[in-house]
């Protein structure tokens, strides 16, 4: 298993951004796709974002498409989502995801490792 660290959480006004980090040690991170998602109070835990093993594709929920972007550095094994624009309804804990094959998924059934997650907070 990989072992995932989330940072770059916090609070920030309404129309701000903020840039997440989930560092990965363990097994070879570029044999992992990555990703994003998002636990409200009292609300389930949702996609946000999913990268591939190179990449080379990414996928975004429709809530948050054209305002945040996932990306990854395979050489310092590292995740990124970068989130402008923020709102409200953005706020949550965040957490990043290792998939459990090589296969790029929206699915969170389909992530075996995750990280403890980061909490986000945009005021009105």
């Known amino acids: 298993q990989v072992q995932l660290v989330e940072s770059g959480g916090g609070l920030v006004q309404a129309g701000g951004s903020l840039r997440l980090s989930c560092a990965a040690s363990?097994?070879?991170?570029?044999?992992?796709?990555m990703g994003w998602f998002r636990q409200a109070p009292g609300h389930e835990r949702e996609f946000v974002a999913a990268?591939?093993?190179?990449?080379?594709?990414?996928s975004h929920a429709n809530s948050v498409r054209g305002r945040f972007t996932i990306s990854r550095d395979n050489a310092k094994n590292t995740v990124y989502l970068q989130m402008n624009s923020l709102k409200p309804e953005d706020t949550g804990v965040y957490y990043c995801?290792?998939?459990?094959?090589?296969?790029?998924?929206?699915?969170?059934?389909?992530?075996?490792?995750w990280g403890q997650g980061t909490q986000v907070t945009v005021s009105s």
């Open positions: 995801a290792a998939g459990r094959t090589g296969v790029m998924s929206t699915n969170a059934a389909n992530f075996g490792s």
């Open positions: 363990g097994r070879t991170f570029n044999n992992y796709p």
């Open positions: 990268i591939s093993r190179s990449g080379g594709s990414t």
